[in-house]
């Protein structure tokens, strides 16, 4: 069996640099595998009516999103 990529995506939690549907911060409610492509269904997790799929490899990009939930004085430090 192949080994999964990104096994730990499911929970995971996020804060955006930028307001993303109004709100920073999100987690990983459920993932889809898509041939080589993985998405992520986020949550906020201030308005759980507030989801959206994004291709988990954007979540990797620093400029756009940080791991964990995040003050905007934490953000300013990275």
Do not use: D
């Not at 990104?6 to 995971?12: C, I, N, R």
């Not at 955006?16 to 998405?39: D, M, P």
């Not at 269904?41 to 400029?63: D, G, H, T, Y």
């Amino acid at each position: 069996m192949a080994k999964q990529k990104l096994p730990y995506l499911v929970g995971s939690k996020w804060t955006a640099r930028e307001a993303t549907f109004g709100w920073r911060h999100f987690q990983v409610v459920n993932r889809k595998n898509q041939g080589s492509l993985i998405f992520a269904e986020l949550m906020a997790a201030c308005e759980p009516s507030v989801r959206f799929w994004i291709n988990a490899k954007v979540l990797q990009e620093r400029s756009l999103w940080l791991a964990g939930w995040q003050s905007l004085a934490e953000q300013s430090q990275n």
